[in-house]
């Protein structure tokens, strides 16, 4: 039986704390359609489940959502010892299974693209579809500049709401540039920024891992979404996991790294007209085509 409370309809949301394998998680779970596949999302680098809220009320009320903080993040207190990817996809299996579902479609943003492209190769069984954003191969990948790796090792952006506002632009591009005041309202007025410690371990649980040995082996159907202006992860990235992928499909937005945050209206139908259709053969885009762009849409990227 699915974990829901009576009377609970498509489209409303719990929020509350999971034990699983002894490590309290923070939940939300929004109910959607009886007997579809959830949508599981896994948050970058820092951010807690609030951080995404723009996205899941973007989707049509039918999708079900499964967020989490990851230990250490937001509402979910700090592991006991620091943990890698492996280990991460074993407790969400676990978490997955303690809600009473076999298997979920997935999406990783940054950081948590990489938690998701593991899953998806290791956890297999337990990933039906996989959707990448604004994310990479981890450590052998094309490379932000310098200057953009710096202001990535430490939390202080979601701590400095004033340094945020003056390094958005140049560290999110797309509509940051001309408006960094709103990446700086959703990072500071939703987030929850969990203790620095949180933050290291999940430097930690990627340095040093890479997905390209096991691209080739996925087999999910797998939606790739990459911004045309992401200083953080360049574009190349989601080209190159295209060329590696057998079963993807690519798509460019006009915008930057917080694509899934601040374009949340663009983006979020291109996410469920795959969610719909990605599991049939035959269908357009499948493959190596990419999905057709239909023209850019939202804001100048500003370059």
Same mark, same amino acid.
């Given at each position: ?127 039906? %579809?996989?959707? @990448?954003?604004?994310? *990479?191969? +981890? /450590? ?8 953009? !790796? &710096? #202001? ?44 620095? %410690?949180?933050? @290291?371990?999940?430097? *930690?649980? +990627? /340095? ?8 080739? !082996? &996925? #087999? ?84």
């Amino acid at each position: 039986m699915r974990w829901r409370r009576p009377g609970d309809a498509p489209g409303e949301e719990t929020i509350r704390s999971l034990v699983v394998d002894g490590q309290q998680l923070r939940v939300a779970v929004r109910q959607g359609r009886p007997g579809g596949t959830p949508l599981l999302l896994i948050n970058g680098i820092g951010a807690s489940l609030d951080l995404l809220q723009p996205f899941v009320d973007a989707l049509t009320p039918s999708v079900g959502v499964i967020r989490f903080d990851v230990p250490g993040v937001g509402g979910s207190p700090l592991p006991p010892v620091p943990y890698r990817f492996t280990g991460l996809s074993r407790m969400i299996a676990r978490m997955l299974s303690v809600l009473g579902h076999d298997s979920a479609d997935v999406l990783g943003i940054s950081w948590g693209g990489g938690v998701a492209q593991h899953f998806a190769a290791f956890q297999r069984s337990r990933c039906r %579809r996989l959707v @990448l954003v604004s994310t *990479a191969t +981890g /450590a052998l990948m094309v490379p932000a500049r310098p200057a953009v !790796l &710096l #202001r990535m090792v430490t939390p202080r952006r979601y701590l400095d709401p004033g340094y945020l506002q003056r390094v958005a632009g140049t560290l999110y591009g797309g509509s940051a540039r001309d408006d960094p005041g709103r990446v700086t309202a959703a990072m500071h007025a939703t987030s929850r920024v969990g203790p620095p %410690r949180g933050y @290291l371990f999940q430097l *930690a649980a +990627g /340095a040093g891992w890479t997905s390209l040995p096991f691209l080739p !082996l &996925l #087999r999910q159907p797998t939606l790739i979404v990459a911004g045309d202006d992401d200083p953080i992860i360049p574009l190349a990235n989601a080209r190159l996991m295209h060329r590696l992928i057998p079963d993807s499909r690519l798509h460019v937005y006009r915008g930057g790294h917080l694509g899934l945050v601040t374009e949340a209206a663009e983006l979020a139908p291109v996410v469920h007209r795959f969610l719909a259709d990605g599991g049939d053969a035959g269908l357009p885009g499948r493959g190596r085509h990419p999905v057709p762009m239909g023209g850019h849409h939202g804001k100048p990227s500003g370059r």
